[in-house]
């Protein structure tokens, strides 16, 4: 039997795509998230500028909580990636393919996030530092945790020149690394990082051990031992599919959207961290909510959706 065709197809179950989810089967629409499972909020030990959580919450936890949320109301969610999405010109609807199976929809939420680069250590101790808060990623979410201590940042250009400026302001004690060879900065960067007091070292560098509560990184210039590294190598961002159906991108390869997250192509919307702005839950949570409330609106101004009458039991009884 032919499987029905979606009103929607998430493609990504972080916060942008499980919070639109919860919205569209609240709204009675006919949806499935599909999910490659691998949301950067499952790497979070645990977030502290989440509101409504003042002990802070696990990244999984919280996932766990809103893919229960979104299921409590009828939305499908799959664990699979989608490798193909085309969209049929002439009927307007979009068939995404993966594995061994596929789906049809009249509208594509693409909630696919970014992937950030990772510095050069081995995977083992990178996802035991990271779950003890020894490798971070994020200065805004979490800068509040490294106040007065010692930190690395390893990074070169103005990227990372930018992010050790960002962390002076939590702690006076911040050095920055360069990944691969000597630093090479401009001119400009030398001052403000001379100014602030935040020390540069040479690489090449590799995070080798974890010793008591730090980090240890060799550089060219030997080793230094932190209580939190921050990589600020940037990121990659899942585009592929944005890509396959014509969506437009940004210089910096983030989906453009308009003020209610429609791409340049009909139907098809984006949210969260794969679109250009501040890469943070909140933020991805309420871009899936103005998504998925277009998307209801947009799926309704084609086809107004009217709600069957429910007959009550006395009705029913009289046969009125
Ligand atoms: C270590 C760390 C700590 C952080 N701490 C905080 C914090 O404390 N507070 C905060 O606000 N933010 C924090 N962030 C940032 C936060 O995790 C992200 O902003 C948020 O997860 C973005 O949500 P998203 O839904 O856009 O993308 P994601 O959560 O990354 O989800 C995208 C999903 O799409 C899936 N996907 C991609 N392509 C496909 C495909 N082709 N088919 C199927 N599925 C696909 C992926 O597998 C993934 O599951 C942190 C990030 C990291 C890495």
Redesign the pocket.
């Known amino acids: 039997m032919d499987e029905p065709i979606l009103d929607c197809l998430i493609?990504?179950?972080?916060?942008?795509?499980?919070?639109a989810a919860i919205y569209l089967a609240r709204f009675h629409l006919d949806i499935r998230v599909?999910?490659?499972?691998?949301?950067?909020?499952?790497?979070?030990?645990?977030?502290?500028?989440?509101s409504g959580f003042p002990d802070?919450i696990n990244?999984n936890e919280l996932?766990q909580r809103m893919r229960d949320q979104a299921c409590k109301y009828g939305a499908k969610i799959e664990t699979?990636?989608?490798?193909k999405?085309d969209r049929d010109s002439n009927s307007g609807l979009f068939t995404?393919t993966?594995g061994s199976g596929c789906a049809t929809a009249h509208t594509v939420l693409?909630?696919?996030?970014?992937?950030?680069r990772r510095p050069p250590m081995e995977e083992k101790l990178h996802d035991d530092a990271?779950a003890r808060g020894l490798?971070?990623?994020?200065p805004?979410?979490?800068g509040y945790e490294v106040t007065d201590k010692r930190v690395g940042v390893i990074g070169s250009d103005s990227h990372g020149v930018a992010e050790a400026l960002f962390l002076r302001s939590y702690t006076a004690n911040v050095t920055l690394i360069a990944p691969d060879k000597a630093m090479g900065l401009k001119r400009d960067d030398n001052q403000k990082l001379k100014a602030a007091g935040i020390e540069c070292v040479d690489g090449p560098t590799q995070a080798v051990a974890i010793s008591k509560d730090c980090i240890i990184v060799d550089t060219a210039e030997g080793h230094y031992t932190f209580e939190s590294i921050y990589p600020a190598l940037g990121s990659d961002t899942?585009t592929?599919?944005a890509e396959m159906t014509g969506a437009e991108l940004s210089a910096d390869q983030c989906i453009k959207v308009d003020s209610h997250q429609r791409t340049c192509v009909p139907g098809l919307y984006a949210?969260?961290?794969?679109?250009i702005g501040?890469?943070?839950?909140?933020?991805?949570?309420g871009?899936?909510g103005v998504a998925a409330t277009t998307i209801r609106n947009d799926l309704c101004a084609k086809q107004p959706r009217l709600r069957e009458r429910v007959e009550d039991e006395e009705e029913a009884a009289s046969g009125s």
């Open positions: 493609v990504g179950g972080g916060p942008a795509g499980l919070t599909v999910d490659g499972g691998k949301s950067r909020a499952s790497w979070i030990p645990c977030t502290r500028n989440v802070g990244g996932l699979e990636f989608i490798t999405l995404a993966w693409l909630a696919t996030g970014v992937s950030n990271l490798v971070r990623y994020c805004i979410c979490d899942h592929q599919l949210a969260g961290d794969v679109v501040l890469d943070q839950i909140s933020h991805a949570m871009e899936g």
